[in-house]
């Protein structure tokens, strides 16, 4: 009866952990969920061990539910875990179980931990640790493990999207040797670690600043089949 009893208050409190963890992914979903498209500048600054990339500006263009887009001239590494990738897998409730954490200061933000585990085999997303300002439902810092660019995290700043959830700067922390670089850069990698014969730090950071956003404008399907 003890036991019984015992299991049954561990998956009370599960549930209300649970419930809670849902509560709010729901509302910063609904807040993100109220940008049906926008388009943006981004400036991007990578610094990747051993090799030389220089800043890069590029149109970032999206559109519900998930048509995303980058135009640049130059190369531009942009990962896709702090833009689409996360939320899009965040909307559909049903493929993962939320677990509601610790509380944090991120920033001098006060911040809720939720962790977030996907319950299908065929996940690209393996964990994914979300700490949430829940007064304004948005996303202070992540880290999303996935099966093909490993572990990555970022920060996130807002400024006047912030009632979109829409960040102002993403800086990522990224595994060189798991994440998908472009092949030109992956390339400049391995040849300068042969040619100069050292081991290259494992870790990168990108940042990436993002200004001039127009949100609801109605971007027309055909910007996401053009080529440019």
């Known amino acids: 009866m003890k036991k019984f009893l015992t299991l049954l208050i561990i998956a009370i409190q599960f549930g209300v952990i649970s419930q809670?963890?849902?509560?709010?992914?729901?509302?910063?979903?609904?807040?993100?969920?109220?940008?049906?498209?926008?388009?943006?500048?981004?400036n991007v600054k990578a610094n990747i061990p051993m090799i030389k990339i220089l800043p890069s500006?590029?149109?970032?263009?999206?559109?519900?539910?998930?048509n995303f887009k980058v135009v640049s001239k130059g190369i531009v590494i942009?990962?896709?875990?702090?833009f689409t990738e996360i939320n899009t897998f965040l909307a559909n409730k049903e493929s993962y179980i939320a677990v509601a954490g610790d509380t944090s200061k991120i920033g001098g933000?006060?911040?809720?931990?939720?962790?977030?585990?996907?319950n299908g085999e065929n996940s690209e997303i393996v964990l994914a640790k979300l700490w949430i300002d829940t007064k304004r439902s948005v996303i202070m810092k992540s880290q999303i493990t996935t099966k093909s660019n490993g572990s990555v995290n970022t920060t996130y700043s807002y400024g006047?999207?912030?009632?979109?959830?829409?960040?102002?700067?993403?800086?990522?922390?990224?595994?060189?040797k798991?994440?998908?670089l472009p092949k030109s850069v992956a390339a400049d990698i391995n040849k300068s670690t042969t040619e100069k014969k050292v081991k290259p730090k494992s870790k990168g950071v990108i940042t990436i600043s993002l200004t001039d956003y127009k949100v609801n404008t109605g971007l027309s399907d055909a910007i996401f089949t053009k080529k440019k």
């Open 178 to 180: 798991a994440f998908k």
């Open 160 to 176: 006047d999207k912030v009632n979109f959830g829409l960040p102002s700067q993403l800086v990522f922390e990224i595994d060189v």
């Open 109 to 118: 933000v006060m911040t809720k931990l939720i962790t977030v585990i996907p």
């Open 20 to 42: 809670e963890a849902n509560d709010i992914l729901t509302k910063v979903v609904t807040k993100l969920n109220t940008v049906k498209d926008y388009t943006v500048t981004a």
């Open 78 to 82: 942009l990962p896709k875990q702090g």
């Open 57 to 66: 500006k590029a149109t970032i263009y999206f559109k519900q539910k998930d």
